[in-house]
C-alpha cells in the first residue's frame, strides 16, 4: 500500500477556528501543500521498516547510498527510481564527517554543505523533490521563517530553481551577523524580511498565511520543518552514522541540539525504521518547556522565547512537537495548547531532555577543546552538554553521537571571545563578506506581512 499523509488535528472536533481535516494526502501533495488546512502538520500513515542487515551493508558506502535507501522507502510510489537516484546525487556532493572525540564518543559534523548548515541536508533534497512537483506554467511561493540557519540553506537550495521564489522571515535582533548577511544576500529568486519580533513571531506569521483563503491563489508552501519534505531528509544522518560506526547490531545514543525539533524527529523516525537507538537526547538552551513537560508531565510553551547565544534554537513552542505529541498518542495545536497528553511513560523510555543554560554553553566550548582540540560552536556545545548530563544517569558508555550544526566560522564573535581562535571560513563561505544586498523590514503584524505578500507574489511562471 502506498504511503498516505494525514494532518496531526485530525481529531479536534469541537475547536473554536479549526475544521479536522481528515483525508490522506500523497507525499507530494504534502510537499507542495506545507500543512494541512487544519494547521496540522502532515504525518506519514505508515513508517517503513529497514533490516539491520541493509542498514549493516552500507557501511564504507557513500552518504548518497543512505540516501537513496530512505528515499526508495518513503517514496518509490511516487518518484522513479532514476529521478530519486538523480535527486540524492544532487543534492548531496559534500562530505560528513564522523570525528572520534574520545573512544566510542562522536561528533557528526553536519556543516559541510553550501551554507555550512545542518539545514542544507533536508533543504537541498526538498529543492530536487519539489523541482520534480511543480504544476505546470504555475509558480510555487515557499514562505520560511528562520532562526539562523534554515533561511540561508533553503535560499541556496532553490536559486535560480525555475517557477519557484522563496520568501524568508528572520527576527532582526536574535540573528548573528554573518548569518544576517547570508540571507539577505541571496538575491534573485530569494528575498529577505527582517521582522520587528522574535522566532516565533517570524513562525506565526508563516503560519496564518498558510490558512488564508485569500493568498491561496499564490501556491503557498512550506520549507519550514512544518513540511514533512524537510523531516525525511533528515532520517537519513542517523542511519548513515550508524552504519558507518556500529558493531555487531550494537545500540547507539544519538544527542541532537533541539529548536523546533525537527532535526531530532529525523532520528525518532529512524528508530522507529528500525534503528537500533538507545536513547535519543535532546538537549534544549534555555526554552525549555520540552524538559520541564518530560519532568513533570505538564506542557506550557515559553512565551516570548528567551534569547539565547544557540540562537537557532530560540523556540518557545516547537512546531514539531505536534508530529512528537501524535506518534506517541497526543495532540497539541500550533498556538501550544495541548488537547490531549502523549503516553509520557513511553516518551521518557525512549528520549532525554535537558536544558542548557548560556553559561553551561560558553563553558562546554572551552572545556571540549581544552581537553580534546575539539572546536564546537554553540549549537554543537548545547548537543554535548547535553550528551554529558544523559551519561550522569546513565553511565554504561554505549557508541553515541553528538551532533554539531553549524560551522563554529558562523559565530566568529563567540569563537574568538571563548578560545581566542580565529576560524577560517569554510569554502561555502569564502565570498560572503563581499556579497551586496538588503533586507526588507516589516513588523510583526499580520496585515504588515499580508501586505507585502500580496504586492510582491508572483502566480504564473
Not at 520560511?144 to 517557477?163: C, Q
Amino acid at each position: 500500500m502506498p504511503i498516505r499523509y494525514y494532518s496531526t488535528n485530525r481529531n479536534l472536533n469541537n475547536v473554536v477556528g479549526i475544521i479536522p481535516f481528515t483525508g490522506k494526502v500523497s507525499f507530494k501533495e504534502a510537499l507542495l501543500k506545507g500543512q494541512a488546512s487544519d494547521e496540522g502538520l502532515f504525518m506519514p500513515d505508515t513508517i517503513p521498516v529497514l533490516s539491520l542487515k541493509d542498514i549493516q551493508k552500507l557501511k564504507g558506502k557513500p552518504y548518497r547510498d543512505t540516501a537513496l535507501l530512505v528515499a526508495e522507502a518513503f517514496l518509490a510510489d511516487e518518484f522513479p527510481l532514476d529521478v530519486l537516484k538523480k535527486v540524492v546525487k544532487d543534492a548531496y556532493n559534500y562530505s560528513v564527517p564522523l570525528e572520534e572525540v574520545k573512544p566510542k564518543i562522536y561528533v557528526m559534523r553536519l556543516d559541510q554543505g553550501p551554507t555550512a548548515s545542518f539545514k542544507d541536508f533536508a533543504a537541498r533534497m526538498m529543492a530536487r523533490l519539489m523541482s520534480n512537483c511543480r504544476p505546470s506554467g504555475e509558480r510555487l511561493n515557499i514562505l520560511v521563517a528562520t532562526s539562523g540557519d534554515t533561511g540561508s540553506a533553503v535560499g541556496e537550495a532553490f536559486k535560480g530553481v525555475p517557477g519557484i521564489d522563496v520568501t524568508i522571515l528572520y527576527p532582526e535582533t536574535e540573528v548573528s551577523n554573518r548569518q544576517k548577511k547570508q540571507l539577505y544576500t541571496i538575491g534573485g529568486n530569494v528575498r529577505a524580511l527582517s521582522v520587528d519580533g522574535k522566532f516565533d513571531d517570524c513562525q506565526n506569521l508563516v503560519k496564518q498565511a498558510f490558512s488564508d483563503s485569500q493568498l491561496t491563489k499564490f501556491n503557498l508552501t512550506s520549507a519550514n520543518s512544518i513540511n514533512f519534505g524537510r523531516i525525511l531528509p533528515q532520517i537519513i544522518y542517523y542511519i548513515y552514522a550508524y552504519a558507518q560506526l556500529s558493531e555487531k547490531g550494537e545500540e547507539a545514543i544519538f544527542s541532537v541540539p533541539s529548536g523546533n525539533f525537527g532535526d531530532a524527529l529525523g532520528c525518532e523516525y529512524a528508530r522507529r525504521m528500525g534503528l537500533p537507538v538507545a536513547k535519543l537526547v535532546m538537549p534544549t538552551n534555555e526554552n525549555d518547556e520540552f524538559p520541564i513537560y518530560l519532568a513533570t508531565g505538564k506542557y506550557n510553551k515559553v512565551s516570548p522565547s528567551r534569547a539565547c547565544i544557540s540562537n537557532a534554537m530560540n523556540v518557545g513552542h516547537p512546531s514539531n512537537l505536534a508530529r512528537f505529541f501524535d506518534l506517541y498518542g497526543g495532540t497539541v495545536d500550533r498556538v501550544g495548547k495541548v488537547h490531549r497528553y502523549p503516553d509520557l511513560e513511553e516518551m521518557r523510555r525512549h528520549i532525554f531532555s535537558v536544558s542548557v543554560t548560556d553559561e553551561q554553553t560558553r563553558e562546554t566550548i572551552r572545556n571540549v577543546y581544552k581537553k580534546y582540540q575539539v572546536i564546537l560552536e554553540q549549537h554543537g556545545a548545547v548537543g554535548w552538554a547535553g550528551l554529558e548530563e544523559y551519561f550522569k544517569i546513565a553511565p554504561d558508555k554505549k557508541l553515541a553521537i553528538s551532533l554539531e550544526t553549524a560551522h563554529p566560522a558562523k559565530f566568529p564573535e563567540e569563537i574568538q571571545k571563548l578560545l581566542g581562535l580565529t576560524m577560517p571560513l569554510p569554502e561555502s563561505m569564502k565570498n560572503i563578506d563581499q556579497r551586496e544586498g538588503s533586507a526588507v523590514s516589516i513588523t510583526n503584524d499580520y496585515d504588515d506581512f499580508k501586505n507585502y505578500l500580496q504586492k510582491n507574489l508572483k502566480i504564473k511562471e
